[in-house]
């Protein structure tokens, strides 16, 4: 079957760096996607590879390694606004996304 | 309109009785997609239409149809609600096609209630 797994929470500093991983197990490989929701609202897109490798994109970094089926969201410089909830999803061989359970991150002063 | 918008926001419904979300884009995607999101669960997919005119099944089909009568409109029915039926709904577009990322655009979900 398909698996994508992510941590169910987790908790940092304000002004810290903090990674998120996800590990996937798809039929197929057609890019992998990260997405922040923060509670009661809609999610919105983050990051997307497709090549293994560091994708930057300003506080956020996404990593992805193919070979291992592993992906890791980044997040610098933490924000009280960075309180949110972070999906990860695959989109596999018939190009629909997989998604995680997502990652609940908690900011603290 | 700009994006996406889904009505009802809310919704507390009966047992039993037949309800249609609704769901319409302006940013002429070819891709239409309705999940439901439930606690502790990834987000899983009902049904899907890659063009309008055609409509496919996701993870989650049963219990729920779907029409693609143009490319803005993708209206989910449930026929006869049940209890598990309780959930957030999300429409989501995108541009279709593989030679691309093709972010998915999210609405801001419909919260149901099936008592």
């Known amino acids: 079957g398909q698996n994508i797994d992510q941590p169910t929470e987790m908790t940092a500093t304000e002004g810290a760096i903090v990674q998120i991983n996800c590990t996937y197990q798809t039929s197929g490989f057609n890019g992998l996607f990260w997405y922040q929701q923060h509670a009661g609202e809609a999610p919105t897109f983050l990051s997307y590879?497709?090549l293994d490798g560091l994708e930057e994109k300003g506080r956020f970094s996404s990593f992805l390694s193919r070979s291992k089926g592993y992906s890791y969201l980044l997040l610098k410089e933490l924000q009280m606004k960075d309180s949110a909830s972070y999906l990860c999803a695959v989109r596999d061989s018939n190009y629909q996304l997989i998604w995680g359970a997502g990652t609940k991150l908690i900011i603290k002063p | 309109i700009a994006g996406i918008t889904q009505a009802p926001t809310s919704q507390i419904l009966a047992a039993g009785r037949r309800m249609t979300l609704r769901c319409t884009q302006d940013m002429r995607h070819n891709a239409m997609y309705w999940y439901r999101q439930d606690l502790g669960l990834g987000l899983r997919l009902i049904h899907y239409s890659n063009t309008a005119g055609t409509t496919g099944k996701g993870e989650v089909p049963d219990g729920y149809s779907v029409s693609r009568a143009n490319t803005d409109d993708f209206p989910l029915t449930l026929a006869s609600a049940v209890p598990s039926q309780t959930s957030v709904y999300f429409c989501?577009?995108?541009?279709?096609?593989?030679?691309?990322?093709?972010?998915?655009?999210f609405g801001p979900g419909t919260r149901l209630t099936v008592l």
């Open positions: 590879n497709v």
């Open positions: 989501a577009s995108s541009d279709s096609g593989t030679d691309y990322y093709n972010e998915q655009f």
